[in-house]
């Protein structure tokens, strides 16, 4: 990755790590607010609200800790979100939207646990990580419980989230291959 200054980011450069991190928060932002107009439930909007306040002050953090590493932040032209979609396919309803998020939000859960408990890790990343982490259960949580709530009446429920689940498989296949050549 270069940057707007021309400072190549690799991906063993921690900002490499940390703009993607912002990256998947930010995009995670915008699918939260698409959710939230569709939202068919009280219990469901109040939830996507705290949610998309989580995602935004996630992304604030890792803004900070790219700044604390004296790094830019980038764009990430192609971040796992987008990845992820393009696998699944154009989201047609709340319930396609709430299973792309529940396999975002468990790959970022899972990214965030494993880097979290690194030996050398800097504070500037694991305090943000520690705070994080805790959201994001809470994230898995409440959507896997509307996710379960929708698949009592409708049985593709489980179908749905099975393609989101191959979905995070070939975008995060993808993002391995192209670290492994940068």
Do not use: C, K
């Amino acid at each position: 990755m270069i940057t707007a200054t021309g400072r190549h980011i690799d991906p063993e450069d921690p900002v490499w790590m940390l703009n993607q991190y912002r990256a998947a928060e930010v995009h995670g932002a915008g699918a939260i607010m698409r959710m939230a107009r569709l939202a068919d439930t009280a219990r469901l909007r109040s939830d996507l609200s705290r949610h998309l306040r989580d995602e935004a002050v996630h992304a604030w953090l890792w803004t900070r800790a790219i700044e604390d590493f004296g790094g830019e932040v980038v764009e990430v032209a192609q971040p796992y979100q987008a990845r992820l979609s393009a696998h699944f396919g154009i989201p047609r309803t709340l319930t396609d939207m709430l299973a792309l998020t529940l396999v975002s939000e468990q790959r970022g859960l899972s990214e965030y646990e494993l880097h979290v408990g690194q030996e050398d890790l800097p504070q500037a990343v694991r305090r943000p990580l520690r705070a994080i982490i805790r959201d994001e259960a809470w994230h898995v949580s409440y959507i896997q419980e509307a996710l379960l709530e929708r698949a009592r009446e409708d049985r593709r429920v489980h179908d749905i989230i099975e393609r989101a689940q191959e979905a995070d498989v070939r975008a995060v296949a993808e993002l391995e291959a192209e670290a492994a050549t940068a």
